[in-house]
C-alpha cells in the first residue's frame, strides 16, 4: 500500500483551467467575425492558456512521483525542525493530506501527533479518511487527525509540547495572520518548541521582524525567522514564478 499524499495544487484546478481555455478557443473560432467580442474571446484564450500552463508546471513541481518533489522536500525539511520528547505531544495545524504529522511521527516514535483541518471546498480531496490511510501505509500508529479551527483551537493553554504548521495561514482570509501564530502559540507548553512554514511576506504578515522582537518580549527562548526561498527548499528563481516569495520558518523555543 502507498500512501497518497495528494498534490498542493489539485489536478481539478489545472483541468478546470484548461478547459475553460479550450471554451474561450471555440468561442473565438466561432465569433472571430465579430471585431470586439472574438478579441475578447483570443485574449482570455491567451490569458487562461498561460494560467493552465503555470498550473501545470506548479503541479508537476509538486509531485510526490516527479522529478522535482519540492513538496516532499519541504516536508522532510520542516519535520526535521520539530523536537518532541518521549511521551509527549506535538500538533500538525493544517495537516491536510497528513504529510507533515507523519513525517514527523516517523523521526519522533515515541510522540503522539495530532493533526487537524477544517478539510473540504477547495481541497476537497484531502480528508481526515485520507490522512488515516496514509498513516496506514507508512506503518505509524502514533498519529491521530481531527476537524478543528486554526484561527480558534479546541485546545487549552500549554497544551502541546511542539507544534508545526505548513503553508498554511496565508490561505485563511485574515488582516492580522500574526494573531493566528499566536492563537498555535498559545498551545505551546513553556520550553516546546515551534516550527511553522509559510509565505510570511510583509503583504500577507505584516513586520515579522518585529513579530520576532515582539515573542522574545514575552519571553521566549529562541525565535527565529529562516529564509527558505534561498537555496533552502527553493531556489530565488522559483519562490517568484510560483508565487512563493517571503516563504519562511518561524521557529524557536518558548
Not at 497518497?4 to 471555440?26: C, I, R, S
Not at 503541479?59 to 518532541?84: H, L, N, W
Not at 477544517?118 to 502514533?142: H, I, M, P, T
Request: hydrophobic fraction near 40%; glycine fraction near 8%.
Amino acid at each position: 500500500m502507498k500512501p497518497d499524499y495528494k498534490n498542493w495544487m489539485p489536478k481539478e484546478m489545472v483541468h478546470g483551467t484548461q478547459a475553460v481555455a479550450v471554451v474561450f478557443l471555440v468561442l473565438a473560432y466561432f465569433l472571430f467575425d465579430h471585431s470586439i467580442i472574438g478579441t475578447i474571446c483570443i485574449v482570455l484564450t491567451l490569458i487562461f492558456c498561460l494560467v493552465s500552463i503555470w498550473m501545470h508546471l506548479m503541479y508537476r513541481a509538486f509531485s510526490y512521483d516527479g522529478k522535482r518533489q519540492m513538496s516532499k522536500q519541504i516536508i522532510e525539511g520542516v519535520s526535521s525542525y520539530v523536537e518532541i520528547p518521549d511521551g509527549g505531544k506535538c500538533l500538525d495545524v493544517g495537516c491536510g493530506s497528513g504529510a507533515l504529522s507523519i513525517a514527523c511521527a516517523k523521526k519522533n516514535l515515541n510522540a503522539q501527533i495530532i493533526g487537524i483541518d477544517r478539510w473540504g471546498k477547495e481541497y476537497a480531496s484531502f480528508s481526515k479518511n485520507l490522512c488515516e490511510s496514509n498513516s496506514k501505509a507508512e506503518g505509524v500508529n502514533n498519529t491521530s487527525f481531527q476537524q478543528g479551527d486554526a484561527c480558534k483551537l479546541d485546545f487549552a493553554d500549554e497544551t502541546f509540547d511542539a507544534v508545526t504548521s505548513n503553508y498554511v495561514y496565508h490561505n485563511i482570509p485574515s488582516k492580522d495572520r500574526q494573531a493566528i501564530l499566536l492563537e498555535t502559540l498559545r498551545t505551546l507548553k513553556r520550553g516546546g518548541t515551534f516550527a511553522i512554514h509559510d509565505i510570511m511576506s510583509k503583504a500577507k504578515y505584516g513586520d515579522m521582524e518585529s513579530f520576532v522582537k515582539k515573542l522574545k518580549d514575552m519571553g521566549y527562548e529562541e525565535v527565529k525567522l529562516v529564509d527558505t526561498t534561498n537555496g533552502m527548499f527553493m531556489s530565488k528563481w522559483e519562490s517568484i514564478w510560483m508565487g512563493l516569495s517571503g516563504s519562511a520558518i518561524l521557529m524557536g523555543k518558548k
